[in-house]
């Protein structure tokens, strides 16, 4: 008999969608692919319109992201009835709903609220503590894990191993690059006319990108070829000082292919860090990568160069170590290898295997 998985798909209804709302994509979207007929597949959402669409068939409750959300840890609101399996994808909830054997999860993808406190409001670190004693509490419920090492954490924090169930993350299919020449032309827009370094991500206290200029400078006066330090992604919260690094902001997602492709290093080092999206987009364009060994996605990855962020002579070390790694074809390959499993396929695999 066919069976029905659904799951929640609230974040892509919040102002700031965030990373979580790409593993919410990539997991709806890898299940659909498969194609496999012993089950279908609906998100369940708030009121409202989705940031940016939704990939899958959707369920509506009647009302806003903030009331479910007050909701959810009471009453699965908006949940289908007859689903066998009920996922939350964010920590938001719900905790159950579905059909009267339903299997129930929920995905926690950090713990960024206690290893950052600064980074959260004081209502933010509350509504996370609440939602993890919640949890914690229900023995049914298994708990999906997106970061390496967090399954030995929460053991720590009171959830039995055996509830516990670690899976992949993927990387989107790039698409398709803008030219060399394209390339240079945005980059000589802003100064920029010989190598560079890359940073991709917000611009915010968590992504230690005070300590990265430092290093950077320190690294450029060893040797040249590190070349500018080029800055692309948001503005975040908090008052981030960038230095003499040249912030191109947002940008279409075939330059961004195309500076991965064509940046001399690719750094990225975050004080803490949920999982890590740019150093695996980096490394799937061929990219030499330097990461903060906070990094999840990449902290067994021998293809990253890994230092330890608050060390700005470390990740100087780190761009100048980077600089002598060959970059032929064969080099790009390897890099491009060492990340080939992650893709929103084996992430759904993964979860149908967490649900069995």
Known sequence: MKRTIAISVEQLYRPQPGGIATYVRGLASGLVALGDESFDVIGFAPRGVPRDGVPLRTVHAPVGVGLLTRVWPIWPLGVPRGADVVHATTMAGPFGGGSATAVHSVAMHDLLW???????????????EGRLKLIASREELRVIVTAPGLVDRLADLGIAPHRVHAVRLGVNDLGEAASHASVRERLERHGVRGPFTLYVGTREPRKNLERLVEAHREARSIDAEVGDLVVVGPSGWG???TGDAKVLGTVPRALLNGLYRDATVVAYVPRAEGWGLPPVEAL??????????????????????????????????????????????????RRQASVADL???????DHLAAWQ
Request: hydrophobic content about 35%.
């Open 284 to 333: 799937h364009a061929g990219s030499r990568v330097v990461a903060s060994d906070t990094t999840p996605s990449v902290h067994d990855n021998p293809e990253a160069v890994r230092v330890d962020p608050l060390d700005v002579h470390a990740i100087a070390q780190g761009l100048l170590t980077a600089l002598t790694l060959a970059d032929d074809d064969a080099s790009r390959s």
């Open 239 to 241: 008052d981030v000082s």
């Open 114 to 128: 206690r290893d950052e406190p600064s980074s959260s409001t004081t209502a933010g670190i509350r509504f996370h």
């Open 343 to 349: 893709t929103w396929r084996n992430v759904a695999l």
